[in-house]
């Protein structure tokens, strides 16, 4: 009787061991498996069954059971196959390892182009991102049947000098990003002004400060910079030009500003393309638009603080991208007949 009951127990390890131990089949194709909050073992262990990832859903009741892992099985979203055995397949849910896509934000791309690059994705609706991040080139002191979006002024400091009626173009720190299917849209929103808040360190805050300037204020130059120039040295300048056409009450006169309100970028705009109406217009406005009018990079940002100083008040970027510097009218109007009619 005791040889048989020997035998029997070690049969049953062995088929527990079995089902425990060897995958379903060799097949490595994935599978989205999602574990739902609320769910338990019972609930999981079902899916997975009927998901043809395991056996017998029994059997991972019961190794969770002798691991002490059934209350640490992580809700979310996993890429399972049935090559997986259940100690791995537990061991995903036990540490979270849950399905993550890497978001690109490329530097001077504004709130419009984030949005449909997050709805491309299958990430969020463009709508989604907006009604959080802003709208783009929007004024809510005129645009009042829009949600305004939310405010984070009081978990970043660097968003105190932010007007209240702009959203956040300009602070969304462009970059690579890692997120999970589970994130809300203000998860993914914090990573990138988490970012920014790093990346603006408090050695820049004091300078920008004993200049008598605005975070929104360089922020805002910045994401003019990143859109008009392409190297540093020619931001640096840029900025000199800029923040001495101000100190002299002349427009800044940016084609990248009306390329924001008309959301079409464009070689050349037209006279009546620069008499558009609106607070973000640098030709019919004097100093800086209403706000940002892309997310700048690091570069665009020190250049805003730093810029370099030189005798040139006027500049234009040729078709092939290099940019023009003059000092008086006369020699502008001389470069535009030259590079650019």
């Not at 988490?194 to 929104?216: A, H, P, V, W, Y």
């Not at 705009?269 to 706000?291: A, I, K, Q």
């Given at each position: 009787?005791k040889?048989?009951l020997?035998v029997?127990?070690i049969?049953?390890?062995?088929?527990?061991l079995?089902?425990?131990?060897?995958?379903?089949s060799?097949?490595?194709?994935?599978v989205?498996?999602?574990?739902e909050?609320g769910?338990?073992?019972?609930?999981?262990?079902?899916?997975?069954?009927?998901e043809?990832?395991?056996?017998?859903g029994?059997?991972f009741r019961?190794?969770?059971?002798?691991?002490?892992?059934?209350g640490?099985?992580q809700?979310?979203?996993y890429s399972?196959s049935?090559?997986m055995n259940?100690p791995?397949i537990?061991?995903?849910?036990v540490n979270?390892?849950?399905?993550?896509?890497?978001?690109?934000?490329?530097?001077?791309?504004?709130?419009?182009?984030?949005g449909?690059y997050?709805?491309?994705k299958?990430?969020?609706?463009?709508?989604?991102?907006w009604?959080?991040?802003?709208?783009?080139?929007?004024?809510?002191?005129?645009?009042?049947d829009l949600?305004?979006p939310k405010d984070?002024?009081?978990?970043?400091?660097?968003?105190?000098?932010?007007?209240?009626?702009?959203?956040l173009?300009g602070?969304?720190?462009p970059d690579?990003?890692e997120v999970?299917?589970?994130?809300?849209?203000?998860?993914?929103?914090?990573?990138?002004?988490?970012?920014?808040?790093?990346?603006?360190?408090?050695q820049?805050?004091?300078?920008?400060?004993?200049?008598?300037?605005?975070?929104?204020d360089?922020?805002t130059?910045?994401?003019?910079?990143?859109r008009?120039?392409?190297?540093k040295?020619?931001?640096?300048?840029?900025?000199?030009?800029?923040w001495?056409?101000?100190?002299?009450?002349?427009p800044?006169?940016?084609?990248?500003?009306i390329?924001?309100?008309k959301?079409?970028?464009?070689?050349?705009?037209?006279?009546?393309?620069?008499r558009?109406?609106s607070?973000?217009?640098?030709?019919?406005n004097?100093g800086?638009?209403?706000?940002?009018?892309?997310?700048?990079g690091?570069?665009?940002?020190?250049?805003?603080?730093?810029?370099?100083?030189t005798?040139y008040?006027y500049?234009?970027s040729?078709?092939?991208?290099?940019?023009?510097?003059?000092?008086t009218?006369?020699d502008h109007?001389?470069?535009k007949?030259?590079?650019?009619e």
């Amino acid at each position: 009787m005791k040889k048989i009951l020997i035998v029997l127990s070690i049969l049953l390890l062995t088929a527990f061991l079995w089902q425990i131990l060897l995958p379903v089949s060799s097949d490595s194709n994935e599978v989205v498996f999602r574990i739902e909050k609320g769910e338990g073992s019972r609930d999981i262990a079902l899916n997975l069954q009927e998901e043809g990832l395991i056996r017998w859903g029994p059997m991972f009741r019961l190794y969770v059971l002798l691991t002490a892992s059934a209350g640490e099985l992580q809700a979310g979203t996993y890429s399972l196959s049935e090559s997986m055995n259940i100690p791995r397949i537990t061991g995903k849910f036990v540490n979270g390892e849950v399905i993550r896509e890497k978001l690109t934000v490329i530097e001077g791309w504004n709130l419009k182009n984030i949005g449909y690059y997050l709805e491309n994705k299958g990430i969020f609706q463009a709508e989604e991102f907006w009604e959080v991040a802003g709208f783009p080139a929007t004024d809510y002191l005129q645009a009042t049947d829009l949600p305004k979006p939310k405010d984070f002024s009081s978990e970043y400091s660097f968003l105190e000098s932010k007007p209240d009626n702009v959203g956040l173009e300009g602070f969304l720190f462009p970059d690579t990003y890692e997120v999970n299917m589970e994130e809300k849209v203000e998860d993914v929103v914090r990573k990138m002004l988490d970012n920014f808040d790093q990346k603006l360190t408090l050695q820049l805050r004091e300078e920008i400060s004993k200049q008598g300037k605005t975070i929104f204020d360089i922020v805002t130059m910045a994401s003019i910079l990143e859109r008009e120039v392409q190297t540093k040295e020619d931001k640096e300048i840029v900025s000199g030009i800029f923040w001495k056409r101000m100190k002299l009450q002349k427009p800044l006169e940016s084609c990248a500003t009306i390329a924001y309100i008309k959301g079409v970028d464009q070689w050349r705009y037209s006279f009546e393309d620069t008499r558009t109406m609106s607070l973000y217009n640098t030709y019919l406005n004097y100093g800086l638009p209403l706000g940002p009018i892309s997310n700048p990079g690091m570069d665009s940002i020190l250049a805003a603080i730093y810029p370099k100083s030189t005798e040139y008040l006027y500049y234009l970027s040729t078709p092939e991208g290099e940019t023009i510097f003059s000092k008086t009218f006369e020699d502008h109007s001389r470069a535009k007949a030259e590079y650019l009619e």
